[in-house]
C-alpha cells in the first residue's frame, strides 16, 4: 500500500487526521466541534453517546486515558465513511501505561462534520 502526501488526501481524511491531532493534544473544545449536533459514538464499554454535551462529558470526565499518542498505520475511505487502523500509546489516569492496536469507523456528514463514529480495541477478551 502506498502512502498518501497528506496534502493530496481528501477532505473526509484530513478532518479524521485533525481529529486525532486533536485528541491527542487534548482540545476537547475543537474536537467535539467536529461532530454533528446529533453525532452519536459507540465505544465497547460505554452507552453510545449521543450529541456534543455527551461527547464532551466523556472526554472531561469518562475518559480513562490522561495522556497519549494515537498513530495511524491505514486509512481507507469509502463514500462517506473513513475507516483508520492504527496504535495508541499512552497513561490512564491511574498512571498505568498502555499500548494497543485499535480501528475507528467515521461517517461524515455533506458538511464535513462526523456523525457517527465507531471504535474496535484489539485486547484479548475473548
Do not use: K, W
Not at 17 to 31: H, K
Request: hydrophobic residues 40%; negative net charge; proline residues 5%.
Amino acid at each position: 500500500m502506498q502512502a498518501v502526501e497528506p496534502a493530496l488526501e481528501s477532505p473526509q481524511i484530513q478532518r479524521v487526521r485533525e481529529y486525532y491531532e486533536l485528541v491527542d493534544s487534548g482540545a476537547v473544545r475543537a474536537l467535539v466541534e467536529l461532530f454533528a449536533d446529533s453525532a452519536e459514538y459507540h465505544r465497547p464499554g460505554y452507552e453510545p453517546l449521543v450529541g456534543r454535551a455527551q461527547l464532551e462529558h466523556f472526554y472531561r470526565v469518562q475518559r480513562v486515558i490522561r495522556e497519549g499518542r494515537h498513530t495511524l498505520t491505514t486509512v481507507v475511505e469509502s463514500g462517506d465513511c473513513v475507516a483508520v487502523h492504527g496504535e495508541f500509546n499512552g497513561v490512564l489516569h491511574d498512571d498505568r501505561e498502555t499500548s494497543l492496536r485499535f480501528a475507528d469507523f467515521f461517517r461524515l456528514t455533506p458538511a464535513g462534520q462526523f456523525s457517527r463514529r465507531d471504535t474496535f480495541f484489539f485486547s484479548p477478551l475473548v
